[in-house]
């Protein structure tokens, strides 16, 4: 029996069963508030919109796995809710489920080898301490290729930047060679299109320059959390979609949001070892991590070693449903506006001070329980017979740690017609940690939802600003990306704070401590005001931009454009 077993692998959604629900503190009716007025109201609220993150986030659903029994008992609790808001189901076959089909691998470290050869001569590399082969794509058996240095590996042909292609590394070099790049790119490249080239154009350049694989180097200033949990979560399986009948029209549709199953070996080098790497080539990591913190060009050139691997892999089939469920608006013909989040985490993994259960309290039961808490809401408008201009489409991805997958299934298979989409507000611990006075708005730049994000920040007394740290490549790590590729104007938002203010360092300190930790529990400290100001906040958004007579579009200075449904 593989390790999932007969049990996941045969999960239909007829079988999902329910379980008892936790006591919920009944969220207070009333009109909207100010953000900065913290209340007696504001903590209810806010406790009604925690009581859901602690059943999601409870030791009991262990960390949320995709496709494991514990996914599927928060996927039902998360359906009763949608059931008694008297939301009708829209996902398959009148269910509010639609399942979608992976394959999930595990990297056996242990039985696996990857080496440096430098003149004739072996090095073996520590898996686990050099460096961690990825486990989200088809990796070859054996591979056996010499080393090239591209920079930060960008292929952006239509802004005349292209790693894959320069004076120094012309394409043709690049073939049967292993690329080796650093995580960032020149500042003279937006932080959404350099974040957009690292995605589904990287490896379409690396099928056309022909190399066998990546080694990507991150720098310490762009990782969230520091290389030992990296190394950890090499443990975890990962996945990518299975494929299926239809993924050929999805391609034609959508090419973004084309999969690509054929192997490629890739792995990440630990930085504080790369300088193996550069040894012999009159380069230096050192120098070449200060260029690349600087934001400034890097050179290209062979790193004149081999690198040599031997990767052992294990599979399995596994089935996990998204969510789906609508409120019908006024004017059914004006389409959807989208409210999504991801239910999926880690599920049990490496200890972390004793503790195995990754519980994903913030990431991202809470963006589940704001569209709980929004679900609500807007059905209680509903019964007074208050009903947004567009309808409003609740969906709860699966998959979204695999890399965004269920919410890329549901972008290239949506459950209504892909072109009555006309926006996503998507959630992913968006971190109520402090006084919410400032959003970060990932996507803020691209469409016309940036004017319906101010118009409702203003009312709220909440500042709306862009990603002030682009490099982290937050733009394509959120499930909103999904429908970015879709040509769907998208936004997501987290708790704003201003560099170096005490707000800063509370956010920084959460990634470092608590991000893909066991400490992202329910024993962590949240600020439930603030939580329940977002929820008003945001609540307001969704009916701001469903009430917009005019349909939201990318802006003509937008690269996402290019992407834009019906063009």
């Known amino acids: 029996m593989t390790k999932r077993g007969v049990l996941v692998v045969g999960v239909l959604v007829g079988a999902l069963v329910a379980v008892g629900e936790r006591a919920r503190v009944a969220m207070a009716a009333g009109p909207q508030i100010a953000a900065n007025a913290a209340s007696a109201d504001d903590e209810a609220r806010g406790k009604a919109w925690w009581a859901h993150v602690q059943v999601l986030a409870d030791d009991s659903m262990r960390g949320r796995m995709t496709g494991s029994p514990d996914f599927l008992r928060a996927a039902a609790y998360v359906v009763r809710r949608f059931r008694a808001y008297g939301l009708e189901p829209a996902g398959v076959g009148g269910s509010y489920y639609q399942p979608v089909h992976f394959v999930e691998q595990w990297v056996e470290a242990g039985k696996s080898q990857v080496s440096l050869v430098v003149d004739g001569k072996t090095e073996p590399l520590v898996l686990g301490q050099d460096a961690v082969l990825s486990s989200r794509s088809p990796e070859p058996t ?272 949506p459950t209504v017609p892909g072109q009555a989409i006309k926006a996503d507000l998507n959630l992913d611990m968006f971190l109520p940690l402090f006084a919410l006075r400032k959003l970060h708005v990932q996507g803020l730049e691209q469409s016309t939802l940036a004017d319906d994000a101010q118009r409702v920040g203003e009312a709220h007394h909440v500042v709306i600003a862009g990603d002030p740290e682009p490099d982290r490549n937050s733009f394509t790590r959120t499930d909103q990306y999904s429908f970015v590729q879709a040509g769907v104007p998208a936004l997501a938002m987290k708790f704003g704070w201003e560099p170096g203010s005490p707000e800063y360092h509370m956010w920084r300190d959460w990634l470092r401590d608590r991000y893909h930790s066991t400490a992202d529990d329910l024993g962590q400290p949240v600020d439930l005001a603030a939580a329940a100001q977002f929820n008003s906040f945001f609540a307001d958004l969704v009916r701001e931009v469903a009430n917009d007579p005019a349909t939201p579009h990318y802006l003509e200075s937008s690269f996402f454009r290019r992407f834009e449904t019906g063009q």
Request: charged share 20%.
């Open 142 to 413: 054996t591979v056996d290729a010499g080393l090239v240095f591209i920079g930060y590996g960008l292929h952006l042909p239509d802004s005349n930047y292209d790693d894959f292609n320069s004076a120094e590394m012309p394409a043709g070099s690049l073939r049967g060679k292993f690329i080796v790049v650093i995580n960032g790119g020149p500042a003279e490249l937006p932080g959404a299109l350099k974040s957009f080239a690292r995605t589904s154009p990287m490896r379409e350049a690396m099928r056309e320059a022909g190399v066998v694989g990546m080694v990507s180097i991150p720098t310490p200033k762009s990782m969230d959390f520091g290389w030992d949990r990296i190394a950890s979560s090499a443990s975890q399986p990962g996945m990518w979609l299975a494929p299926e009948a239809g993924d050929e029209a999805v391609a034609r549709r959508h090419p973004a949001l084309a999969d690509d199953h054929d192997p490629m070996f890739a792995a990440t080098f630990n930085p504080a070892q790369a300088e193996k790497l550069f040894a012999g080539t009159g380069h230096t990591f050192a120098e070449l991590l200060a260029l690349a913190d600087a934001q400034k060009p890097l050179p290209r050139f062979d790193l004149k070693k081999r690198m040599t691997a031997t990767v052992v892999t294990e599979r399995d089939a596994v089935v996990s449903p998204n969510l789906v469920a609508k409120l019908e608006g006024s004017d059914p013909a004006a389409g959807y506006v989208a409210v999504s989040a991801h239910l999926d985490h880690l599920g049990v993994g490496e200890p972390i001070h004793g503790k195995t259960i990754y519980n994903g309290a913030m990431d991202d039961a809470s963006g589940v329980a704001t569209v709980l808490e929004t679900a609500q809401s807007l059905s209680e408008d509903a019964t007074k017979g208050i009903r947004p201009r567009r309808s409003v489409l609740f969906v709860i991805f699966t998959a979204e740690e695999k890399g965004l997958l269920g919410s890329r299934y549901f972008a290239g298979h």
